[in-house]
Each structure stands twice: as structure tokens, then as C-alpha cells.
């Protein structure tokens, strides 16, 4: 994602506390930490005015790992949803290991799908509504996609194509 913190949803976000059952009392204490905040920053030895964001997390500020994980947990449960009706295939390790689709870290993921036309389209279609509900951009210039040495190559193509994703 491109600087992601910075792009968090805030309707987005307490509308998904919402959604999995946060007590008001804690969304309230939330929403009075995130968007309380005010800058001004120093040109030429100048204080500017002060202004007051829309949007966004502080990074470095220890709840907004946490509230960021959190938005990230619902790109999670969308493709956990997708993956148990079968609209995308994840991976696994052994023959009759579990399926694997995606493991997040911070603001970066892995993911792990079989590349039919089904997978990606129901793959692409998920983290298109994520970005777009979540305010998130992807950044196509650090994303990579690893094949199995096996792939054919007009599935490599294709993958790629439908992915936005250079090799």
C-alpha cells in the first residue's frame, strides 16, 4: 500500500468498530484520539496556522498500529469469506494442508492464490472494494508476483495483465 496510514478511512474505520461490536463508550474514546489532531508546520522560521486532518493514522503513534491492523482485518475477512465459497483458492503446503490466501504485515501483505480466472477475479475485485472503502492505494511499483516454475506463460501474462502488476 502506498503510505497507508496516512490514507485510513476514519468513517471507515469506526464504521467497522461498529460492525464487530465495540462498545460506543470505546469508539467514542477512539474517535476523540484520532481526530483531535492539529499541525502547523515551520516555513522559514514561520509557524503556520494551525490545520486539522480529514483522514489518517500518525504513524508512530502506538494505537495506530493497532486501528491500522484492525482496518487491515477486514481486507482479511473478505478473502477468508471468498476462500470458504470457494471463489478463490489459496495455497497449501501439503497435500492435505490447510489453505493459505494471504498473511498481512503492517501495511504490507503476501498473497497466495491460484491463478484461474475465477481466483483473480474474485481476488482483484476484493482488494479494489478494500482500497476504495478504506481510502488505500496499492503501489503497483513495489508489488511483485512470484510463479511457480510451472506456470505456464499465457497464465503469467494473463495474471499480470489482470493484476495491474508489472514482472
Not at 503510505?3 to 467497522?16: G, H, I
Not at 489518517?56 to 481486507?75: H, N, V, W, Y
Not at 472503502?133 to 489482470?162: A, E, G, V
Amino acid at each position: 500500500m502506498s503510505k497507508a496510514f496516512d490514507r485510513v478511512s476514519w468513517d471507515f474505520l469506526f464504521n467497522l468498530f461498529e460492525k464487530i461490536s465495540f462498545p460506543p463508550h470505546w469508539i467514542q474514546l477512539i474517535k476523540e484520539c484520532v481526530t483531535t489532531v492539529q499541525y502547523s508546520v515551520i516555513v522559514n522560521e514561520q509557524t503556520s496556522d494551525t490545520f486539522f486532518p480529514k483522514y489518517g493514522l500518525r504513524q508512530g503513534d502506538p494505537l495506530s498500529s493497532i486501528l491500522f491492523a484492525l482496518c487491515t482485518e477486514a481486507l482479511s475477512s473478505s478473502l477468508l469469506l471468498l476462500q470458504e465459497t470457494k471463489d478463490i483458492k489459496g495455497v497449501s503446503i501439503a497435500k492435505n494442508g490447510p489453505q493459505i490466501s494471504h498473511l498481512p504485515f503492517a501495511d504490507d501483505s503476501y498473497f497466495f492464490i491460484h491463478l484461474d480466472n475465477k481466483s483473480i477475479h474474485a481476488f482483484s475485485s476484493a482488494i479494489s472494494t478494500f482500497c476504495k472503502d478504506c481510502c488505500q492505494i496499492i503501489n503497483y511499483h513495489k508489488s511483485i508476483i512470484t510463479f511457480s516454475p510451472n506456470t505456464p506463460s499465457h497464465i503469467k501474462i494473463y495474471s499480470l495483465s489482470s493484476l495491474g502488476i508489472s514482472s
